[in-house]
């Protein structure tokens, strides 16, 4: 009844008299199908419109907040944070909302089995690509004006008074002194109060900890994990908008078989992996010499750090990245040779920002609030997926333009705005919770405090200083080397379907900006799922589990694609199939990252780890290119399927394992003290408890 239009054609009106009315109707006419018909156009409006209504609000509020301009407790800072939200969830459920009321307004035909469909539209997706075709990008907006009256002053309302009967619950439960001790994103318990009780010599009330647990955490929220995020969903669409060029046309273009783009996607790899264990080294490596004016002079306690490394690796690929471009007019790549030799620079600037990031986290986050964090900028990899489909399908329409063609223009647009953002980071980005000038030295000394005392961080520089004895060490823990062939089959799955997912899609029956546009779906669910399940396993420390899960969400979903020939069933796989790989990654890297202890074990772990995600790369460019050809996959799908199942048997194992590991160190501990244990064990000794 809502989105009714009196403008119908005779013969379709549904002039119905109140909401018991239609739902009676409803009933008789259609059936209990008619109560779920046009439910996909609904989920995606709702969808769309939540992913960005809470973190608009929040980002909002904490700007006000943190920069002192309201305070946070101030109803105008919930109605000027609510405002923005409203605007921003009107800008991007706009087309969503205008594909339900077409959808929902569009004449209707009757099957002869039964089904009553539209006439006109048959996905929300179709509906929204028929209005570009016709009336333009700006089809998608059309009554703007009347959704921004209902939508933006219902999220003001709903935002603002869901924080004003917060902070009134909390001050009648806790009393004024006690109402916002919640901790960012997520409740505040009673060991997260007893972890640190004093520092500097002082003790440290309950009230005191829980405040700056509050704000420390949310500050580098602020400041630390936005950069991180992206970072890596850029370098993830830098590295594979190769794939939406190809559907483009860019494979036609440089005369290409499916064996030279293989080719292409495997020269990409080989410095990836090769740069990746030496960059985690050198994030907190000393630089030997150092240029000064007239002389070189020594200083060993310079060190490259991220401020430096990982800023000048993003600004260096996005110039490799333009460089990708092809046109009559003058460029770098106008053959296929030219094209590997980006796409080799591109894979050696890349190689060590995946775990270069993942170890700069550990470097201000405790163990028990990392998942959360690396899901967060890991979850960008599957929002690239999305946007890159849907950039590409933008982009690819100003083909012609200045000579090049529109898959040029993918790689053009795209790697400047990376090169753009590295040269920003080079004046933002902190190389460690110690130099974080954000912080006040109270925050600093308590952000430490709580590093030390989780094990994130050592006590002292000398246990975190390099070591070859840690990096031979670390190739000996067993925990690492059954975790690194489940990262192996994660980055068979994960960088197959990065890579190939639009053209599967287009073997599915759809074409040109359609595939394009069809190919983003499964990535938005796997984000949304992403976030979810790392909250999870942050909370309840269920890393092993979510990798089971998800890893069997990987089993049904292949199994899925290799036993039906429906399409319609077949692109459902990949929601299974996508959405796994890409939750069980976050788990499984931190899984890696928690267990391993001092800084140079750990640096070493998470290399190995990427070396085999990599190396899994390597095999998909192949397993998915020249060695399975489209549209069914046989090879390939088989190969994941029985990848998946040995997968989701090892993390058991290790699961297994690290319990028994633990039960052992409770038992030593019983027997000693920790003043009685050797100095350097790292995560070997029995006061370092292993995540599960």
């Known amino acids: 009844m809502q989105a009714y239009s009196p403008a119908l054609p005779i013969g379709t009106q549904r002039h119905y008299k109140s909401s018991f009315d239609a739902l009676a109707t409803i009933w008789r006419t259609e059936g209990i199908r008619g109560y779920v018909r046009g439910m996909d156009a609904a989920i995606l409006r709702t969808a769309m419109g939540s992913s960005v209504q809470l973190p608009t609000y929040n980002w909002t509020k904490n700007q006000l907040v943190g920069r002192g301009i309201l305070p946070g407790d101030s109803v105008w800072t919930f109605l000027a944070s609510s405002s923005v939200s409203g605007i921003c969830v009107c800008l991007v459920m706009q087309p969503a909302d205008t594909a339900l009321t077409r959808m929902y307004n569009q004449p209707t035909t009757k099957l002869p089995d039964g089904r009553i469909v539209g006439a006109l539209y048959k996905s929300p997706i179709d509906c929204l690509w028929k209005t570009v075709q016709t009336e333009g990008i700006l089809g998608w907006y059309k009554g703007s004006l009347a959704h921004f009256l209902r939508i933006t002053p219902h999220t003001i309302v709903t935002l603002t008074m869901n924080d004003v009967i917060r902070n009134i619950y909390k001050n009648l439960a806790w009393g004024p002194s006690m109402g916002d001790l919640t901790l960012h994103g997520s409740s505040l318990s009673p060991d997260s109060l007893k972890e640190v009780d004093q520092f500097d010599g002082q003790e ?103 401020r430096w490394m990982l800023p000048t690796m993003v600004t260096i690929w996005g110039l490799v990245a333009t460089m990708q471009a092809n046109s009559a007019a003058p460029g770098v790549v106008k053959t296929y040779s030219g094209l590997l030799a980006c796409r080799f620079f591109l894979g050696l600037m890349e190689g060590g920002l995946f775990p270069g990031l993942v170890l700069y986290l550990s470097f201000f986050y405790p163990r028990e609030r990392l998942q959360i ?61 110690a130099t974080a000038t954000f912080f006040s030295t109270k925050e600093r000394d308590y952000v430490l405090a709580r590093l030390k005392e989780d094990g994130a961080i050592s006590s002292d520089d000398k246990s975190d200083s390099f070591s070859w004895i840690e990096v031979f060490r670390c190739f000996k823990s067993l925990h690492v080397l059954m975790l690194a062939p489940v990262l192996f089959v994660l980055g068979v799955t994960l960088y197959g379907l990065a890579y190939f997912e639009p053209t599967i899609v287009a073997g599915l029956g759809y074409t040109g900006n359609k595939a394009q546009l069809m190919s983003a779906p499964p990535f938005v669910v796997a984000f949304v799922v992403s976030m979810i399940t790392a909250v999870i396993a942050d909370r309840y420390n269920c890393r092993g589990f979510m990798i089971i899960f998800f890893m069997f969400c990987n089993v049904i979903g292949f199994a899925m694609f290799y036993a039906s020939k429906s399409n319609h069933i077949r692109y459902g796989s990949l929601f299974l199939t996508i959405t796994g790989c890409y939750c069980s990654a976050p788990p499984a890297i931190t899984w890696v990252t928690n267990n391993s202890a001092p800084h140079v074990r750990r640096a070493t772990s998470v290399a190995i780890a990427f070396i085999l995600t990599n190396a899994g790369g390597i095999l998909s460019t192949w397993l998915m290119g020249s060695l399975s050809p489209a549209p069914n996959y046989t090879k390939a799908t088989i190969t994941n399927l029985i990848m998946s199942i040995a997968a989701c048997v090892l993390a058991c194992v290790n699961l297994a394992y690290l319990w028994r590991q633990n039960r052992l160190k409770a038992e030593r501990r019983q027997l000693m003290t920790q003043a009685d244990e050797p100095e350097g064990m790292g995560d070997e000794s029995a006061w370092f408890v292993y995540k599960l």
């Open 204 to 306: 440290m009330s309950a009230a005191e900890k829980a405040r700056l647990e509050r704000i420390v955490w949310r500050k580098l929220d602020r400041w630390v994990l936005p950069i991180a995020t992206i970072f890596y969903l850029l370098s993830f669409l830098d590295r594979s908008n190769i794939a939406n060029a190809r559907v483009a046309g860019m494979q036609t273009s440089l005369k290409m078989s499916n064996y030279q783009y293989s080719i292409a996607l495997t020269m990409t790899y080989v410095p990836y992996i090769v740069a990746e264990f030496p960059s985690n080294l050198l994030l907190k490596a000393s630089i030997i010499l150092r240029l000064n004016l007239s002389r070189l002079m020594i200083t060993p306690k310079q060190y490259v750090g991220p």
């Open 373 to 433: 964090r690396v899901a967060t900028f890991f979850a960008s990899a599957s929002l690239s997926g999305a946007f890159s489909g849907l950039l590409a399908a933008a982009i690819t329409n100003i083909n012609g333009k200045g000579g090049r063609p529109g898959w040029a223009w993918i790689f053009i647009l795209e790697g400047i705005f990376t090169f753009l953002f590295g040269l920003i980071c080079f004046f933002i980005l902190p190389n460690s919770a």
